[in-house]
């Protein structure tokens, strides 16, 4: 069982150009989340979707989209890269996006530099 | 907005205890997460705590306070391999998770 991937690794990116980074997990869970983590600040989501079909926008949603046309992938996009974006990102699952011992487990990151 | 605050750094020697604390203040509160992270890596659950009271897992244990709006997260027996990032997160009233900037704890020999 793979979990959750996320591809690219690494991505060096010019600021203008516009950058999907894709994500998809094998556990059947119905909500799925992106963060990005920078140094200082730890981790903040950027959008959320609790099931297929629906997304919400979290703490730091500007310049950034995302679709959740099915349960296993949760693409991010960066329609126009700038240099503020420049960080890690993480992708993140959960069984339930509700309460109880909802824990969410993480992707293994993509590193995202924009010049 | 959401406040987590906890230490940046703490050292140890290996084979001691060291405690990690984290005070919160949420709209609404849904429980708190501990995670580990080493460098490079994805951030790997430890702990969950929605009541007061210590929930103990093996070396490592975490304590919830509500009241207080205060956690810790305890390691004992330290390893080598404890040297990480070790994050604090509430989930509020929306259920969603909200972090801390991460403790860096170092194990020296």
């Known amino acids: 069982i793979a979990g959750i991937t996320q591809a690219p690794t690494s991505q060096i990116l010019a600021a203008g150009r516009r950058m999907t980074l894709r994500c998809t997990q094998d556990?059947?869970?119905?909500?799925m989340y992106w963060y990005r983590q920078d140094l200082g600040l730890g981790l903040r989501l950027i959008h959320y979707?609790?099931?297929?079909?629906?997304?919400g926008k979290g703490e730091v949603p500007d310049g950034y989209s995302v679709s959740r046309a099915n349960t296993d992938d949760f693409p991010l996009t960066l329609a126009s890269a700038v240099p503020s974006q420049t960080s890690v990102y993480f992708c993140?699952?959960?069984?339930?996006?509700?309460?109880?011992?909802?824990?969410?487990?993480f992707g293994p990151g993509t590193r995202l530099t924009v010049l | 907005g959401q406040n987590i605050d906890q230490p940046t750094e703490m050292t140890a020697t290996e084979g001691a205890i060291v405690q990690i604390n984290c005070t919160y203040q949420t709209s609404g509160f849904n429980g708190l997460f501990w995670y580990q992270q080493h460098a490079g890596e994805a951030p790997t659950f430890l702990s969950y705590n929605v009541l007061d009271g210590l929930e103990e897992k093996g070396r490592f244990s975490s304590f919830l306070s509500r009241s207080k709006g205060y956690s810790y997260l305890l390691l004992k027996e330290l390893q080598m391999k404890d040297s990480a990032s070790y994050l604090c997160a509430v989930r509020d009233g929306d259920y969603k998770l909200s972090f801390g900037a991460g403790t860096t704890v170092t194990v020296r020999a």
């Open positions: 979707s609790n099931t297929a079909g629906t997304t």
């Open positions: 993140a699952s959960s069984d339930s996006g509700g309460g109880g011992t909802d824990t969410q487990y």
């Open positions: 556990m059947r869970h119905n909500a």
